[in-house]
């Protein structure tokens, strides 16, 4: 079984970095170009690219098997990685991941990272500005998931940011983006102190949800959106924190 120190996170993160620059991952996404027509036909068509048969799994578990070996210093076969991540994917309740012997929270991170990375790949090599300038909704156009984080890019227009494969779409500037409340008195912004500068959160006072968003005009550079996505954990806390003391 794989295991990892804590705070690793960011670790895993940039050797997955640099996993992506290897041959088998550049293979892979030759490999993957040849779907990108029919993808980008069904994002024209107002659906998300990828039905769920798409996961690259060996490539994933190429993966998985790179970062056990380079942070774990620890061989895992490709069989077992395989096996390992089909598991964590299929599950669908706590119950099942620890009967699947994927109790252990290090590795859960690891998968998921893993998972991510090769979504992303997937959606980087399909995605198509000119196609998804049509797209609207508020699900990735790659992957039909809901989204992460949201950004306002240098010209201040609104982007979405998914949290499966981390494909940005843009989304219309004002308003909640899993509603559609538009009234901007039902959106509160909250602030979170000086720790997060040029970062809020953004709640909506009509169905309780929030999205944390980055202006990147008072940023100095475009952050990486998976360790984003967990570095700003805390102001998930202030955002629900507010929710509860004022709902
Ligand atoms: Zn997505
Ligand atoms: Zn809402």
Redesign the pocket.
Known sequence: MIRANSGNYFKIRQCLNQWQQEAVCKAAKAEITRYADDWNRRIAAGLPAFDEAVFPLALAADALVNVSDIIEKQLVSHEKAQYLIKSYLQSKTCEEVIAKGLSDNQLRMYIHLVCLTV?NIM?ENIYCEEVSQSWLQNI?P??G?APALAYYDDNGKRKLV?G??I?HWQFKRLGCAVCDEENHNNIQIVKCGNDFPGWSVQVCKTCYSYLKVADLRELDQTPDWIVANVSTLPMDFTAEKWLSENF
């Open positions: 979504m959606a990735c790659a992957c998931s998914c499966t494969c494909t």
